[in-house]
């Protein structure tokens, strides 16, 4: 049975989308803050070891903070939202 509403149901249905364009989708509009680890991730000059690195969608770090509520407040101020990662 075809009706409007199949139609419009199979035009909601996903598109495949690779890892690439998945991560651009949130590239300007997301960031997320992962602490940095002092032993593993040397601190970069003028840089104090640790604190937290702020991260765009795809991964690429973007800023560094001295604390958590810093690096938010950062991404905040770019006009983008930041998300928890796992």
Same mark, same amino acid.
């Given at each position: 049975? %075809?009706? /409007?509403?199949? &139609?419009?149901? !199979?035009?909601? !249905?996903?598109?495949?989308?690779?890892?690439? =364009?998945?991560? !651009?989708?949130?590239?300007? +509009?997301? /960031?997320? +803050? &992962?602490? #940095? %680890?002092? /032993?593993?991730?040397? $601190? #970069?000059? *003028?840089?104090?070891? *640790? *604190?937290? $690195?702020?991260? !765009? /969608?795809?991964?690429? &770090?973007? *800023?560094?903070?001295?604390? &958590? %509520?810093?690096?938010?407040? $950062?991404?905040?101020?770019? =006009?983008? =939202?930041? +998300? $928890?990662?796992?």
């Amino acid at each position: 049975m %075809d009706t /409007a509403k199949d &139609r419009s149901l !199979a035009d909601l !249905a996903p598109t495949p989308v690779d890892v690439t =364009e998945l991560a !651009a989708l949130g590239l300007n +509009v997301v /960031a997320y +803050v &992962r602490d #940095l %680890d002092p /032993a593993t991730e040397p $601190a #970069l000059p *003028g840089m104090q070891p *640790g *604190g937290f $690195a702020i991260h !765009a /969608a795809n991964g690429q &770090r973007i *800023g560094w903070a001295p604390s &958590r %509520d810093l690096a938010v407040q $950062a991404i905040r101020q770019h =006009e983008m =939202e930041p +998300v $928890a990662i796992h």
